[in-house]
């Protein structure tokens, strides 16, 4: 899968690349049908309770960082230029549409670049995956969130 698409594998003098919904990856139907799994839009539906906003996620496998920004609004504050996680991202944004929220991105979604541990990483990760399955196709079920305040 490509990397550093969007970043070059460099961070930038003047600030950090964002994301758009628009640069996300188009699903397959397949794609949809991952999304749709009940247990993961549940742990959707969970994140966004409004005793969560403010939490944060980090999203190990998939590639991001996801944060209860209330009502119903999940933020990725950061993903990995990897496609993967771009595709993880899409996948991110079907189901949580499906649980009744909506994902934003730009302005607040920083961009980084694949280091080189990351990679190691990544490849394990796209190993650990069954035939035809994604590292994104489920989420943790047990609500490891943690909090923090953002300006």
């Known amino acids: 899968m490509q990397e550093n698409t969007m970043t070059n594998g ?4 003047e600030g950090y690349i964002t994301l758009r919904h ?7 139907a397949s794609d949809l049908h991952a999304a ?3 247990d993961n839009i549940a742990f ?16 190990e496998r998939q590639g991001f960082t996801l ?16 496609a993967s996680s771009l595709h993880n991202l ?5 189901t949580v549409s499906l649980a009744g929220g909506c994902l934003e991105l730009a302005p607040f979604t920083v961009v980084s670049p694949m280091l080189e541990g990351d990679k190691d990483e990544q ?19 047990e609500s490891s969130v943690v909090g923090m305040e953002v300006a």
């Open 44 to 59: 959707f539906a969970d994140f966004m309770l409004k005793q969560n906003v403010g939490r944060y996620h980090w999203f």
């Open 67 to 82: 944060q209860n920004a209330g009502a119903g609004v999940i933020r990725c504050v950061y993903v990995v230029d990897h």
């Open 123 to 141: 490849a394990e990760c796209e190993e650990e995956a069954g035939p035809g399955e994604t590292p994104s196709q489920s989420f943790p079920q």
């Open 36 to 38: 749709a799994i009940p």
């Open 10 to 13: 460099t961070y930038l003098d």
């Open 22 to 28: 628009e640069q996300l990856p188009t699903l397959t």
């Open 90 to 94: 899409a996948l991110v944004n079907e």
